[in-house]
């Protein structure tokens, strides 16, 4: 099992930024990839983007490109979510979710999922 906490969102204004943060723990937490998912009112769980269990390669949604940056402590079993240039679409419960697959990108090949955190961009 792999229990994972998200934290870190909150209220910021368009521009800004905010980190969140995806810690985790359970005697599985090991080579695995995490992914960062989003779900906008009344709107589908979306993919934002993942990151390797070794943090070379990562892979983002076209929507987040060049805006969002995750990174990963594997000592401190944390991952990381920077989110810069934020955008009101970008409005949303994240949730951080852990995969035994090498480069996931949809929902079925995530085994273990966080609760989620809010993010809120006000025009």
């Known amino acids: 099992q792999v229990h994972l906490v998200e934290s870190g969102g909150g209220l910021v204004q368009a521009g800004g930024s905010l980190r969140l943060s995806c810690a985790a723990s359970g005697r599985t937490y090991h080579n695995v990839a995490m992914g960062w998912f989003r779900r906008a009112p009344e709107k589908a769980r979306e993919f934002v983007g993942v990151?390797?269990?070794?943090?070379?390669?990562?892979y983002y949604a076209d929507s987040v490109k060049g805006r969002f940056t995750i990174s990963r402590n594997n000592a401190e079993n944390t991952v990381y979510l920077q989110m810069d240039s934020l955008k009101p679409e970008d409005t949303a419960i994240y949730y951080c979710?852990?995969?035994?697959?090498?480069?996931?990108?949809?929902?079925?090949?995530?085994?273990?999922w966080g609760q989620g955190t809010q993010v809120t961009v006000s025009s």
């Open positions: 979710a852990a995969s035994h697959s090498v480069i996931p990108i949809s929902v079925n090949e995530y085994n273990y």
């Open positions: 990151i390797s269990w070794s943090g070379d390669s990562t």
